[in-house]
T-cell receptor, first 111, second 109 residues
Framework: GAGVSQSPSNKVTEKGKDVELRCDPI?????LYWYRQSLGQGLEFLIY????????KSGLPSDRFSAERTGGSVSTLTIQRTQQEDSAVYLC?????????FGPGTRLTVL | RKEVEQDPGPFNVPEGATVAFNCTYS??????FFWYRQDCRKEPKLLMS???SGNEDGRFTAQLNRASQYISLLIRDSKLSDSATYLC??????????FGTGTRLQVFP
């Protein structure tokens, strides 16, 4: 079956613009995670959705970041008024039990 | 203190060598432990879970020491294809995974 997909694969934007990143999890997976990985760095947890529970937003670095998960499936991560330090690879993962399956990521470059 | 700490490396080893990585975690309530592998510019993928009694998968052996709060990964008979970054991962209730920054391994001919 299909794995986790993310779009776009690459996004170049200008400082101050808003961007939306999309994640399509594996069908039936109840948990969905967003992470950020800067060049040569580890994975930074951003937000976690589990079923119908309130999302764990504890990793969002500022109020410019928000995420939604519609219908328990597709998720969108929105970054408003992008800054250069937002440049990173944004990874989405989904899981049914404990193993997380990652998408290929969206490489965001803020000029 | 970081929740999960790893030596970033790089560990440069010749083919055939045995190499071990350690990882420490700070939350004693952590329940599940994993090693993920991440190839350059690729997404992380699960390598193996880590069980209390220790477990082996081919050339890979994972061990957990709850008392000292560390996890280890041993790779025997290293192959060139083992070159990657190895991420230590800890599951904190409820089902939130915390990733270490990874240990980079480079196997040379």
């Amino acid at each position: 079956g299909a794995g986790v997909s993310q779009s776009p694969s690459n996004k170049v934007t200008e400082k101050g613009k808003d961007v939306e990143l999309r994640c399509d999890p594996i069908s039936g997976h109840t948990a969905l995670y967003w992470y950020r990985q800067s060049l040569g760095q580890g994975l930074e947890f951003l937000i976690y959705f589990q079923g119908n529970s309130a999302p764990d937003k504890s990793g969002l670095p500022s109020d410019r970041f928000s995420a939604e998960r519609t219908g328990g499936s597709v998720s969108t991560l929105t970054i408003q008024r992008t800054q250069q330090e937002d440049s990173a690879v944004y990874l989405c993962a989904s899981s049914l039990s404990r193993e997380e399956f990652f998408g290929p990521g969206t490489r965001l470059t803020v000029l | 203190r970081k929740e999960v700490e790893q030596d970033p490396g790089p560990f440069n080893v010749p083919e055939g060598a045995t190499v071990a990585f350690n990882c420490t975690y700070s939350n004693s309530a952590s329940q599940s432990f994993f090693w993920y592998r991440q190839d350059c510019r690729k997404e992380p993928k699960l390598l193996m879970s880590v069980y209390s009694s220790g477990n082996e998968d081919g050339r890979f052996t994972a061990q957990l020491n709850r008392a000292s709060q560390y996890i280890s990964l041993l790779i025997r008979d290293s192959k060139l294809s083992d070159s990657a970054t190895y991420l230590c991962v800890v599951n904190i209730v409820p089902d939130k995974l915390i990733f270490g920054t990874g240990t980079r391994l480079q196997v040379f001919p």
